[in-house]
């Protein structure tokens, strides 16, 4: 899979900043400057239409295109993600896929994407090599994390972590990944009431000074973190993460669609707050992960992946 470059056309590089030439420069059908040379911008332009000024070691000054050179930080980190996407294409080493967001939890409507997030696996000597793996794949509305990312993000009781493990709409389901669920109970604890709840009075106090800059409110992500605290409270009685909105799914829209006062919003978020406090009181779920376990885990998929 070929990583495309993002180019961002109002993104002026500043002088200082060092470069490479991305191929020879000719004049008078003469190279003057050889593919790979190092120089610094010595005079940025006003837009990205016009020439760049770059100091080269020897002295020389030479106007270029901005397509023309990379910025040498880019550069150098591309060489190493090319070279691992080059090699290997990773979404074949993707062990678990599901469906999540608006789709799983009964609240889609004909123009919602599709989100796909997983897992994947990569082969042990991509770890052991120069290159490494990184932490996530991402292509449109897909992503997948690499395992041992994803087990550690569910160790914090991470949202959309969980929501991953719990989701009904699961499309792909390799045996490894069948072992890590039916063992997902071992993330669900009480650490989800703090990522639960600060996630959620952080995004308020965000919606609350968007409404003030501008005099809009942003419905849909007021009822995402709605559903999100109901979630919280579900599981912290249950031990089941709560994906499907399920008896609660009209009233949620209905703030999707902007059709509750942003005051009644408000007082329904701060009841749930409270039975959010109530449901940790009495909840029976470990206050902890079981990090042994999910190590273990960790240590036998990747053994998995060493062939002689």
């Keep these: 899979m070929e990583k495309e470059q993002i180019i961002q056309p109002n993104l002026i590089i500043p002088v200082g900043t060092a470069i490479v030439v991305l191929a020879d420069v000719i004049k008078s059908n003469e190279i003057i400057l050889h593919e790979g040379s190092v120089g610094v911008i010595s005079q940025s332009p006003p837009d ?30 591309e060489g190493l993600e090319r070279h691992v996407l080059g090699e290997h294409d990773l979404y074949d080493s993707v062990m678990y896929r599901c469906i999540v967001g608006s789709h799983a939890y009964g609240l889609s409507h004909e123009n919602s994407d599709i989100d796909r997030r997983g897992i994947y696996l990569a082969p042990a000597e991509m770890h ?29 009781a991470n949202p ?8 009904p709409l699961v499309e792909h389901v390799s045996p490894l990944a069948q072992e890590l669920l039916a063992m997902r109970h071992i993330f669900v604890t009480k650490l989800l009431y703090q990522t639960y709840n600060g996630y959620v009075l952080a995004q308020f106090k965000k919606l609350n000074k968007h409404l003030e800059n501008h005099g809009t409110i942003r419905w849909k992500h007021a ?37 509750m006062a942003w005051e009644d919003i408000n007082q329904w978020r701060l009841q749930l707050h409270r039975e959010f406090d109530a449901a940790y009181q009495v909840s029976q779920l470990p206050d902890r992960p079981d990090y042994e376990a999910a190590n273990a885990y960790l240590i036998r998929a990747r053994k998995s992946q060493v062939h002689d």
């Design 223 to 259: 009822m995402h973190l709605i559903r999100l605290l109901l979630a919280g409270i579900a599981t912290l009685q249950t031990g089941d993460v709560m994906v499907d909105a399920g008896e609660y799914r009209e009233k949620l829209l209905t703030i999707g669609r902007g059709e």
């Design 128 to 156: 052991w090599s120069l290159y490494g793996v990184p932490e996530q794949l991402e292509q449109g509305e897909e992503c997948y994390w690499e395992l041992q990312k994803f087990l550690v993000l569910a160790l914090k």
């Design 48 to 77: 990205n239409t016009h020439r760049y000024h770059a100091r080269f070691p020897d002295g020389t000054v030479l106007a270029l295109k901005r397509q023309e050179f990379a910025v040498q930080k880019h550069y150098r980190r």
């Design 160 to 167: 959309n972590i969980l929501e991953c493990l719990y989701t």
